[in-house]
């Protein structure tokens, strides 16, 4: 065993593709300590700067003195408290629909919810650069997996209408989490109504951050329940805690309480993260000048990276990767960075295509412009020193 495990790291190595943890000394926020020493931070999924927020950590101190730390069973054992049915309740109105249930994790929500409402016989349909939970409720579904290629729905039409199977998953990610970009939901539910597929949409990044209201890409493409039956969010990204959520009707709900193995066989989430999450959803909806502020520093990041003639992607979303190429590459963009005190997220091969490895930078709304700006300065101050222009 030794042998083999020793192997598998030393391949690794020599690919550039070797996984390491960097140790953080403080709450996510952007002036941060990492291995002991401080930097700037522009790799957290905390875009709305709720993981630190004072009235979210004074909810969830309040409820551990009232209700503890574990939550003790499952939900449907004993471990359903009054803090969960409340951001239920909260999230069903908040995204308009009739009922939402709590995942303990993204992953395990995705992987759940699939796996309830496909099997052997039906036919599973996912955009190629789906969040991996997807692409593995997709796979161990037993149904009929098929990848479509990224936004191309006139591909996915075609895969739909040659399928045999009477019932079929449509499955995409809302913002895609390693490129920034939005799935075209309207054409897409669209064509699930024509088709008589079902849509299902993992908004883990859009939530709390799109729309006026921050409902995500449903608000973003007004969509309802019945155009979108299934719709996915977490709380780890915008609303600064942890855990997850589906969203739907009444019967789809039920359903997944009766069915979802990932749902049924695990500890409910402590209850104070569900207070925690209460309080950031109250932020959420009565801070609209987070999102505002955000999308400023989006575009001011933009504006200059291109004078910079760094290589963008399709994104207004805080998500702005700058692809470089080889992991090799990516791996000294990051290194440099660090050394000049700025943390971004290198991210290589298999998360995204091969040649594709990118700078993946997040903004916060807690981020300021002048920090922004100390993030340009390096990365223009990095190209000159190593003369890359990519
Ligand atoms: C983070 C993420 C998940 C997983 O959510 P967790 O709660 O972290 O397990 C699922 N889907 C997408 C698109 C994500 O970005």
Same mark, same amino acid.
């Given at each position: 065993?030794?042998?083999?495990?020793?192997?598998?790291?030393?391949?690794?190595?020599?690919?550039?593709?070797?996984?390491?943890?960097?140790?953080?000394?403080?709450?996510?926020?952007?002036?941060?300590?990492?291995?002991?020493?401080?930097?700037?931070?522009?790799?957290?999924?905390?875009?709305?700067?709720?993981?630190?927020?004072?009235?979210?950590?004074?909810?969830?101190?309040?409820?551990?003195?009232?209700?503890?730390?574990?939550?003790?069973?499952?939900?449907?054992?004993?471990?359903?408290?009054?803090?969960?049915?409340?951001?239920?309740?909260?999230?069903?109105?908040?995204?308009?629909?009739?009922?939402?249930?709590?995942?303990?994790?993204?992953?395990?929500?995705?992987?759940?919810?699939?796996?309830?409402?496909?099997?052997?016989?039906?036919? +599973?349909?996912?955009?190629?650069?789906?969040?991996?939970?997807?692409?593995?409720?997709?796979?161990?579904?037993?149904?009929?997996?098929?990848?479509?290629?990224?936004?191309?729905?006139?591909?996915?039409?075609?895969?739909?209408?040659?399928?045999?199977?009477?019932?079929?998953?449509?499955?995409?990610?809302?913002?895609?989490?390693?490129?920034?970009?939005?799935?075209?939901?309207?054409?897409?539910?669209?064509?699930?109504?024509?088709?008589?597929?079902?849509?299902?949409?993992?908004?883990?990044? $859009?939530?709390?951050?799109? $729309?006026?209201?921050?409902?995500?890409?449903?608000?973003?493409?007004?969509?309802?329940?019945?155009?979108?039956?299934?719709?996915?969010?977490?709380? $780890?990204?915008?609303?600064?805690?942890?855990?997850?959520?589906?969203?739907?009707?009444?019967?789809?709900?039920?359903?997944?309480?009766?069915?979802?193995?990932?749902?049924?066989?695990?500890?409910?989430?402590?209850?104070?993260?569900?207070?925690?999450?209460?309080?950031?959803?109250?932020?959420?909806?009565?801070?609209?000048?987070?999102?505002?502020?955000?999308?400023?520093?989006?575009?001011?990041?933009?504006?200059?990276?291109?004078?910079?003639?760094?290589?963008?992607?399709?994104?207004?979303?805080?998500?702005?990767?700058? +692809?470089?190429?080889?992991?090799?590459?990516?791996?000294?963009?990051?290194?440099?960075?660090?050394?000049?005190?700025?943390?971004?997220?290198?991210?290589?091969?298999?998360? +995204?295509?091969?040649?594709?490895?990118?700078?993946?930078?997040?903004?916060?709304?807690?981020?300021?412009?002048?920090?922004?700006?100390?993030?340009?300065?390096?990365?223009?101050?990095?190209?000159?020193?190593?003369?890359?222009?990519?």
């Amino acid at each position: 065993m030794h042998e083999w495990l020793s192997e598998q790291l030393a391949r690794r190595r020599a690919a550039d593709l070797y996984r390491t943890r960097r140790e953080l000394g403080s709450p996510q926020q952007p002036n941060v300590t990492v291995d002991g020493r401080p930097a700037l931070a522009f790799c957290a999924n905390d875009y709305l700067g709720l993981a630190n927020h004072p009235e979210v950590k004074r909810a969830f101190i309040q409820a551990a003195e009232r209700y503890g730390v574990g939550s003790g069973a499952s939900h449907l054992v004993c471990g359903h408290s009054h803090e969960h049915h409340a951001l239920e309740q909260e999230l069903a109105a908040f995204t308009g629909r009739a009922r939402a249930l709590i995942f303990s994790t993204g992953y395990m929500a995705n992987v759940g919810v699939i796996n309830a409402l496909v099997e052997k016989g039906d036919a +599973v349909f996912e955009d190629k650069l789906n969040h991996a939970s997807l692409l593995d409720g997709g796979l161990s579904s037993g149904a009929k997996f098929q990848r479509f290629l990224h936004n191309d729905v006139a591909q996915l039409a075609q895969k739909l209408r040659a399928s045999e199977q009477a019932k079929k998953l449509v499955v995409v990610d809302g913002v895609f989490s390693m490129d920034g970009d939005l799935a075209p939901l309207d054409e897409l539910a669209s064509l699930c109504a024509r088709e008589r597929a079902w849509l299902m949409v993992d908004d883990a990044h $859009g939530l709390g951050v799109l $729309g006026n209201n921050g409902g995500g890409c449903a608000e973003v493409f007004n969509l309802n329940e019945q155009q979108l039956p299934v719709l996915m969010g977490t709380f $780890g990204k915008a609303f600064g805690t942890f855990g997850a959520f589906v969203a739907g009707s009444e019967e789809l709900i039920e359903t997944l309480i009766q069915l979802t193995r990932t749902y049924i066989y695990t500890t409910a989430l402590p209850p104070a993260v569900a207070a925690a999450t209460r309080a950031s959803l109250k932020l959420i909806q009565t801070e609209p000048w987070r999102r505002e502020k955000l999308q400023a520093l989006i575009a001011e990041f933009r504006t200059g990276a291109q004078a910079l003639g760094l290589q963008l992607m399709n994104s207004h979303t805080p998500i702005q990767p700058i +692809v470089v190429g080889s992991a090799a590459t990516v791996m000294s963009w990051s290194e440099q960075l660090m050394q000049r005190g700025l943390w971004v997220g290198a991210i290589r091969p298999p998360t +995204v295509a091969p040649g594709s490895a990118r700078l993946r930078v997040t903004l916060s709304a807690e981020h300021s412009s002048a920090q922004v700006q100390q993030l340009l300065s390096a990365l223009a101050d990095i190209q000159s020193q190593t003369g890359d222009h990519s």
